[in-house]
């Protein structure tokens, strides 16, 4: 079946614009997850989503970030003002229930702060 | 905090030889622990897990096992192939946010035929 799927898979942006990351999970998956890969880094936790409801956003870096999930599916991690700092792979996972279910991960999506 | 350190590459090695990469964890309690593995182009995957002290994860010819007393989760293959180059992280899930995984920086193994 088709696994968890992210677009755009390349963004540029200039500072101080705004950004929208979509994540498109495995179909049936009720839990989902951000989280954000910096170079030569392993990925760090960002928020997780219950079903509709951010269960833990406690790794969003500051206001600036925003993740939502209205129908209990895809979900947007959105970006205010960006910087040049927030340049990292951003990587979407899913798993069925949450907990210590397996997390299927999405390829990522790159994004570039100019 | 919960943190993970694993061993730096890259780690260059010859088809066949013995391949040990050393991961050690600081946690509050028990965690669950965990390899996954990134190969050229594809996204993140996982490997093995262990959720209890002593347990041996494996698969694909991988094995680690979770040792409480030195808090290690060492990944090691007998022999490897070119088809195991790849990223390797060693990851921790706290027993009190089990969803909440911490990576180690990765280490990129790279096998020569």
């Known amino acids: 079946g088709a696994g968890v799927s992210q677009t755009p898979s390349n963004k540029v942006t200039e500072k101080g614009k705004y950004v929208e990351l979509r994540c498109d999970p495995i179909?049936?998956?009720?839990?989902l997850y951000w989280y954000r890969q910096s170079l030569g880094q392993g990925p760090e936790f960002l928020i997780y989503?219950?079903?509709?409801?951010?269960?833990?956003d406690s790794g969003l870096p500051n206001d600036r970030f925003f993740a939502v999930r209205p129908e209990g599916s895809v979900s947007t991690l959105k970006i205010q003002r960006t910087e040049r700092g927030d340049s990292a792979v951003y990587l979407c996972?899913?798993?069925?229930?949450?907990?210590?279910?397996?997390?299927?991960f999405g390829p990522g999506t790159r994004l570039t702060v100019l | 905090g919960n943190s993970v350190t694993q061993m730096e590459g890259p780690v260059t090695l010859s088809e066949e030889a013995f391949l040990t990469i050393n991961c050690t964890y600081t946690?509050?309690?028990?965690?669950?622990l965990f390899w996954y593995v990134q190969y050229p182009g594809e996204g993140l995957q996982l490997l093995l897990k262990?959720?209890?002290?002593?347990d041996k994860g494996s698969n694909k010819g991988f094995e680690a096992t979770y040792r409480k007393e030195t808090t290690s989760f060492h990944l090691e293959k007998g022999s490897v192939q070119v088809s195991d180059s790849a990223v390797y992280f060693c990851?921790?899930?706290?027993?009190?946010?089990?969803?909440?995984?911490?990576f180690g920086a990765g280490t990129t193994v790279t096998v020569r035929a």
């Open positions: 996972a899913s798993s069925m229930t949450g907990s210590t279910d397996t997390q299927y």
């Open positions: 179909s049936g998956h009720t839990a």
């Open positions: 989503f219950q079903g509709t409801g951010a269960a833990d």
């Open positions: 946690a509050t309690g028990y965690p669950s």
């Open positions: 262990a959720t209890k002290a002593d």
């Open positions: 990851a921790l899930s706290p027993l009190s946010n089990d969803y909440k995984l911490s």
